[in-house]
């Protein structure tokens, strides 16, 4: 890979500061981006660690009730904290990757990376989670704005990620057999003002909400409600693993398990 | 080029290493322990787990830098103080858990993550556990036997033949 | 009671304990002192001329110390193919130049177009991304079937075609086959893929070469299943140097299953560049590089016709194969679809008439060569499928079916040019039955559907040849080598033995295993006895490992040697106790005159055979070395049935094994916990290829499955525990040893039975589904289902 700078501040402000100088990127647990590295597909001048940062670590329940994790937060911590407070949450970051994956990989990095197959995106957008940087707080709806691309501007961080904790929710995770990452991944959650649905690893438009779904199951939370409904394959992805035909398939068939387990 | 110090197996080590340097090559290149292998480059094969502390992880995906002042433990450390096979490296020669031996070291680091985590596990937890370790000599069968076996379960009524 | 040591004993690996301290010493973990490293730059596309490349830019770079491209190369010869396959008009094998830089052309992504030699890694592919290279891109040739249309762009441009040989075994009158399935009662068709696969071993490909300007002497360390083959195709077709002036050393290998039995470009390359640059050079291939460069397996396109009698006897077996060979013919690639492969189509069952016709074909992809079991697989899937197939069609029990066209007598002469020596299909079936509790299944697949699940069993059988091999028989059929195998046994003053051999375990265990042979047969601690391989300064010669011919090839010479060497230990021992050479007797470590007290121990000879104070130095030499070499009188022919049970996911088509039994006839059985290893292994990478793998290029001749995010490997959760049983055994015939084989049963046995099992419990739900050619992925099976 290319070489660059290595920084390790211990403050987000640091962090921030360190940003600045062109070309730095921030580094989260770098399970992404060190593979993507060796490629020489990224070629920073700087990397800025986010993992010597103590505020952006943990999970802990918010005044308001929200779950709230800190954006440097490996998988493993949040598999292991977040099961009393948010077990869907916690059951998904207890499958992202492998062990040792886990132990890395952080919850802002996957979500600043939004990899279309990704996990974090579907529990985020499928909770209404509020994504909050270094100088502002971003809803889910307005955070994913297609494969690889979020909201984030130059510079900015993920210092937390803040979700509502729903009444029920599960994560139907259909695995792609090489990556593992998801073929199709579906999170619901119930809350009193309605469902979210939200489905990663099937659009070419990376993570979405099936609104079809989301009303059916709102006024009925059962997996029957789903049953008159289908996904159309138009926008789909199609590779080697499936078919876009199979991942609509899937999503239903994953949003009905979700349901199932949820209730 | 930065220090990076950091006690590995016990012993502490330091040396100049650039912001690209893994921790992989590290410790094979900069320390000579070359127990620790790389099999891929998309942080997949786990050929290269090792502990940083006390957790495991892929050490040809994270910085030497990331380590500075960490506790690291290779393969090269998990024997006995005698020099013997420590109980998970005697389950893999007993129970014929390697092959060839390229993935080996990963295996016995991640057995020894899982089994500090859950030191009773069933074969699923162990399967599942293995998610990150690719072995293409031995089909997992004597590797889940030998992990199970160290774990101090009875693996006799495991189909063996 | 088990044997605690010898033969038929499961000594613990003696290996095991550096593997698991981390003191294995592979390829890479070798650095010579004042080492260069060399990166390649490789063709990012499938197929272009090449009109220039500039490396005036990159030479000039941090660290470069010289930049090659294929003009340094035109001096010297190109990688070799070292089997000429005879078409079905006695012509020979169209075979294109495979130079070690492209010359001219580029014919395949990761075709290598320069290397540039630098001080580190990184500098090297610095400079490398600063070479510029112009090239003409052409027509990518991907699809087999288009590449031998009319007008096809050619990939070589000097041969005539894209075909590399047209060729045809068994009965060549097609209106004799064609009469044979006129009259059948019925005619089952199949059309399959055996898909392309990518061996994967863990341990990348390594290389590393130093020249001594002083002795003029080169040294190769490589990551090689067969460093004296490396050593004699290095020296005598590509670079042309003295063979007693080139050392090849492959230490510890980190496993190969084919892929690293064939002598590639990096190995000539870092041994002809460390003399041009005057230091040491080193190569480690990234995953991502062996996507792109190992020889890669499979990838056949079959239709297969078989035909029956009213009584549902084979009568009839026709094949029509299009076999892909890549840009260049690999070491051995040739023999795969051919001698590996049609010669095989007899599979276990008497058909009386069998014709096989293979076309190989040029394609802008990697090479493909032999990939555990080479040829055997492709046929196995093919007879296995159609056959089940077959009995569904008749509405017959499968199991009843193969029983039925068993082979029962042998020696068996096979239409397709084997003579299988022995073997025992049904006592072999019957261990099959036991093992994988056929009798149970009916309740298996009742509970799997309560729980909305489909269950299916599929069984299969399958015979392979091995112990390659016999070197009259193969120089006949094309082979440039002979393909015995060699072994010194050296026994030292004091007693301990070093056995010299040729063969080399890249995870076989054979410095377990060997020992256990020697020390039987003279009746020492097998700790006495010490296994020295893989370098070619210190092993007399050697073929290698690979075909499952260790032990029954290289094995046999190390009994021949041994033999040798007992033969002179009870002169000596005759001379010491004044006795009659015919009255020796060697048991448990003594020797002793038959009929009296009298004896004297093993060591007690050796120490006399290299201190010859009371010796018959006119009878006898002192010292007590012995050297064989081994070549088999026929091939050996391991068989066994397989059962897989799956259950299947009606909504996802997701694939679970739930159950998996082999049973196996290895013959004799030196160490059963590692040939129980070896099925394991063989059935794991099976059940990769039936439900994971899969290497795919686009019709731009991009490789889609070019690293683990998309080529999928077997994980720990993929598979279950197997059953193995290998109580079946009919001794091999023709070696001392009695063994056949075992390294490559698993992969060629387990993908029919998976397959099988598949198609089973979809015709168990009611889907009218036939075949579906592997991977079985759930988005496959899915279709299929829903198609």
């Known amino acids: 890979m290319y070489n660059f700078e290595f920084e390790k501040p211990g403050s987000i402000a640091d962090a921030v500061a360190a940003l600045g100088s062109e070309d730095a990127m921030p580094l989260g647990g770098g399970q992404t981006l060190i593979p993507a590295m060796k490629q020489r597909l990224n070629a920073p001048s700087k990397l800025v660690s986010l993992s010597g940062i103590a505020e952006m670590k943990g999970v802990c329940v918010r005044d308001d009730g929200a779950l709230s994790i800190g954006g440097a937060t490996p998988h493993a911590v949040v598999a292991a904290e977040a099961g009393a407070h948010y077990p869907a949450l916690a059951g998904l970051a207890s499958h992202i990757g492998d062990p040792a994956v886990r132990n890395r990989g952080t919850i802002g990095g996957s979500l600043a990376n939004n990899d279309p197959a990704a996990c974090y995106p579907s529990a985020a957008l499928g909770s209404g989670a509020t994504i909050v940087t270094n100088n502002r707080e971003i809803a889910a709806d307005d955070y994913f704005q297609g494969m690889f691309t979020t909201a984030l501007e130059e510079g900015e961080i993920i210092v937390e990620v803040r979700f509502p904790i729903p009444e029920k929710a599960n994560y139907q995770k259909f695995v792609q057999p090489a990556s593992r990452f998801a073929l199709t991944g579906v999170f619901v959650a119930k809350y009193a003002d309605g469902v979210r649905v939200a489905v990663t690893g099937a659009s070419e438009e990376g993570v979405f909400r099936w609104s079809e779904a989301e009303a059916a199951l709102s006024s009925d939370f059962s997996a029957s409600a789903v049953d008159g409904l289908s996904v159309s394959p138009d926008g789909m992805i199609g590779d080697i693993h499936g078919t876009p035909a199979y991942r609509a398939s899937l999503i239903k068939t994953l949003t009905k398990r979700a349901v199932a387990a949820a209730a | 080029m930065p220090q990076v110090s950091m006690t590995v197996n016990g012993k502490a080590t330091s040396g100049d290493v650039e912001g690209r340097t893994l921790l992989s090559a590290y410790l094979r290149d900069h320390l000579g322990m070359t127990g620790t292998h790389v099999g891929c480059d998309t942080s997949q094969c786990g050929a290269c787990v090792v502990h940083v502390n006390g957790e495991a992880v892929k050490s040809c995906t994270m910085f030497a830098a990331e380590a500075d002042g960490a506790t690291v433990d290779t393969i090269e450390g998990q024997a006995n103080a005698d020099g013997s096979l420590n109980v998970i490296q005697q389950a893999f020669q007993d129970h014929h858990g390697l092959q060839c031996g390229f993935c080996t070291p990963g295996m016995v680091m991640s057995a020894a993550a899982l089994l500090k985590e859950n030191p009773k596990p069933t074969e699923q937890e162990v399967r599942d556990y293995l998610e990150g370790n690719l072995c293409r000599c031995t089909g997992y069968h004597n590797i889940v036997k030998a992990i199970l076996a160290a774990s101090g379960q009875d693996v006799g009524a495991i189909a063996a033949e | 009671m088990p044997k605690d040591s010898g033969i038929g004993a499961s000594p613990k690996r003696r290996e095991d304990v550096r593997f698991l301290t981390g003191a294995g010493n592979y390829t890479d973990d070798i650095n010579v002192a004042g080492q260069a490293y060399v990166h390649f730059l490789r063709s ?653 290029y686009d019709e731009n001749g991009q490789l889609l499955s070019g690293s683990y995010m998309d080529y999928a490997m077997p994980r720990a959760d993929d598979v279950p525990f197997y059953t193995v049983d290998h109580s079946s055994q009919t001794p091999c015939t023709h070696n001392p040893l009695g063994v056949k084989g075992c390294g490559e049963a698993g992969a060629i046995g387990s993908p029919p039975a998976v397959v099988n099992a598949v198609i089973d419990a979809l015709q168990s739900g009611g889907k009218n589904v036939t075949h579906i050619d592997m991977p079985l992925s759930p988005g496959r099976v899915w279709a299929a289902m829903n198609g």
């Open chain 3, 44 to 696: 990012d596309v499938a197929h272009a001329r090449i009109k220039g490349i500039d490396t005036s830019a990159a030479a000039g770079m941090p660290g470069v110390v010289k930049i090659f491209t294929g003009a340094d190369f035109e001096g010297v010869g190109g990688l070799p193919c070292g089997w000429q396959v005879t078409d079905r008009h006695g012509e020979p094998m169209q075979e294109p130049p495979h130079p070690i830089l492209a010359q001219g052309k580029v014919r395949h992504v990761g075709d290598p177009i320069a290397a540039v030699v630098a001080d580190t890694y990184e500098q090297a592919r610095d400079a490398a991304e600063a070479i510029e290279v112009d090239l003409e891109e052409l027509p990518a040739i991907v699809d087999m079937k288009a590449a031998l249309a009319d007008g096809a762009p050619k990939l070589h441009d000097d041969l005539t075609s894209n075909l590399c040989y047209d060729w045809v075994l068994g009965e060549t009158d097609d209106a004799v086959v064609q009469k044979a399935f006129d009259e059948a009662d019925h005619v089952t068709t199949l059309e399959l893929t055996n898909q392309r696969l990518v061996a994967n071993p863990m341990e990348p490909r390594v290389a590393v070469g130093e020249y001594k300007r002083g002795t003029d002497e080169y040294t190769l360390y490589t990551t090689s299943q067969n460093p004296h083959v490396i050593r004699l195709l290095m020296c005598a077709f590509v670079l042309g140097l003295p063979e007693h002036k080139v050392r090849v050393v492959a230490p510890d290998v980190g496993g190969g299953f084919g892929t690293k039995i064939f002598h590639y470009a990096e190995e000539a390359f870092c041994t002809f560049a460390a003399k041009a640059c005057n230091r040491p050079v080193k190569w480690t291939a990234s995953r991502t590089e062996a996507f792109m460069s190992d020889a890669q397996g499979r990838d056949h396109v079959t239709k297969i016709e078989l035909a029956m009698d009213k009584d549902n006897n084979f009568t009839a077996l026709r094949t029509n194969t299009l076999a892909n060979m890549g840009a260049y013919l690999s070491t051995f690639s040739s023999s795969v679809p051919t001698w590996l492969h049609g010669t095989l189509m007899a599979g276990n069952y008497k058909t009386p008439c069998i014709q096989v016709n293979v076309k190989a074909v040029f394609t802008s992809t990697v090479p493909v060569d032999a990939y555990r079991g080479a040829g055997r697989p492709e046929a196995t899937f093919q007879i296995e499928r159609v056959i089940d197939k077959a009995a569904r069609e008749r509405g017959v029990d499968p199991i009843k079916l193969r029983r039925q066209n068993f082979i029962t007598e042998f020696p068996y002469d096979t239409p397709v040019a084997l003579t299988y020596d022995t073997g025992d299909y049904n006592g072999t079936m019957d261990k099959l039955e036991a093992a994988a509790d056929i009798a149970g299944f009916a309740a298996r697949r009742a509970e799997s559907e309560k729980n909305g699940k489909l269950r299916g069993l599929g069984i299969n059988c399958y015979i392979e040849a091995c112990g390659i091999a016999p070197s009259n028989i193969v120089g006949m059929l094309g082979a440039r080598a002979g393909l015995y195998d060699a072994a010194t046994v050296r026994v030292n003053a004091t007693g301990s033995i070093s056995v010299m051999v040729g063969a080399h375990s890249h995870g076989q265990g054979h410095e377990t295993a060997f020992p256990q042979v020697v020390a039987e047969m003279i009746g020492i601690d097998e700790s006495q006895v010490e296994i020295v391989h893989g370098d070619t300064s210190k092993i007399p010669f050697g073929m290698g490992t690979y075909g499952s011919r260790s032990l029954a090839v290289c094995g046999s010479a190390m009994v021949r040697a041994t033999e040798k060497v007992i033969n002179k230990a009870k002169k000596i021992a005759a001379h010491l106790m004044e006795a009659s050479e015919a009255d020796i007797e060697l048991k448990d470590g003594m020797f002793s005159v038959a009929g009296t007290d009298k004896s004297v121990a093993w060591g007690d000879v050796t120490l006399t055979a290299y201190v010859p104070h009371n010796f018959p130095l006119e009878e006898i030499e002192p010292g007590l070395e012995e050297t064989a070499f081994y070549d088999p009188a026929n091939f050996t022919y391991p068989a066994g049935a397989y059962a897989c049970e799956v259950e299947v996911d009606p909504e996802t088509g997701k694939v679970t094994i739930e159950r998996f039994a082999a049973a196996d006839d290895f013959g004799n059985i030196i160490n059963p916990m590692i040939v129980d290893g070896q099925v394991h292994g063989g059935i794991g990478q099976g059940i990769g290829q039936a439900l994971l793998e899969g290497c795919v």
